[in-house]
């Protein structure tokens, strides 16, 4: 199975700050055929469904703030928020969907101080 | 609009089986893949398997043989079940759509939350 590593687990920070959350797997999700990274990135807040921001490891999801940024490629993704505001307090997990099992990171809590 | 909702039992006794029937509306399920996820404290999000829009299934094999994934088109409803339920299955059921694989899982239901206890 591919492991999906989350770093860091939680973080803080204030109104209007930039966040960066990293991801990294335990292989390459890069698929060949349609030159392509098979990574999605959820946030989920409390009390609710996990929703999806970011798929194919940069394409912003239908109606997704722009300052939710994704990027990366192979086995290293970043998740850049940037202008962080209150409601983005949430958690976040990458996912990679390359190949069965589909498996999540652990989760990175963001608070905003 | 696109919807899902997840129906179960709420407690289940530890050996027994869960079902739960996810009730979609606003698309068909012959055009999506609809994939199974659950959040518990032990392991966070795993997934658990998915149907294809032509209606076959792959599962995660941590699930063994225990699960089984099906539906009724007619009545735009995807099942699932597990049997030999254990305390560590305890958790929120997702039911969520995805368009092929290639898009991420776009739509979740609200979630179900299941308590596996005697």
């Known amino acids: 199975d591919i492991v999906m590593t989350q770093s860091p687990s939680s973080l803080a920070v204030s109104a209007g700050e930039t966040v960066t959350i990293n991801c990294k797997s335990s292989q390459s999700l890069f698929g060949s055929v349609r030159q392509k990274n098979y990574l999605a990135w959820y946030q989920q807040k409390p009390g609710q469904s996990p929703k999806l921001l970011i798929y194919l490891a940069s394409t912003r999801e239908s109606g997704v703030p722009d300052r939710f940024i994704g990027s990366g490629s192979g086995t290293d993704f970043t998740l850049t928020i940037s202008s962080v505001q209150a409601e983005d307090l949430a958690n976040y997990y990458c996912?990679?969907?390359?190949?069965?099992?589909?498996?999540f990171g652990s989760g990175t809590k963001l608070e905003i101080k | 609009q696109v919807q899902l909702k997840e129906t179960g039992p709420g407690l289940v006794q530890p050996t027994q089986t869960l079902s739960i029937t996810c009730t979609v509306s606003g698309f068909s399920l012959t055009s999506y893949y609809m994939q199974w996820v659950r959040q518990t404290p032990g392991k966070g999000l795993e997934w658990m398997g998915f149907?294809?829009?032509?209606?076959?299934?792959e599962y995660n094999s941590e699930f063994k043989s225990r699960l089984s994934i099906s539906r009724d088109t007619s009545k735009n409803q995807v099942f699932l079940k597990m049997n030999s339920l254990k305390t560590e299955d305890t958790g929120v059921y997702y039911c969520?759509?995805?368009?092929?694989?290639?898009?991420?899982?776009?739509?979740w239901g609200q979630g179900t939350l299941v308590t596996v206890s005697s």
């Open positions: 969520a759509r995805s368009l092929h694989l290639t898009t991420g899982f776009a739509y």
């Open positions: 149907i294809r829009s032509g209606g076959s299934t």
């Open positions: 996912q990679q969907y390359y190949d069965t099992p589909f498996t």
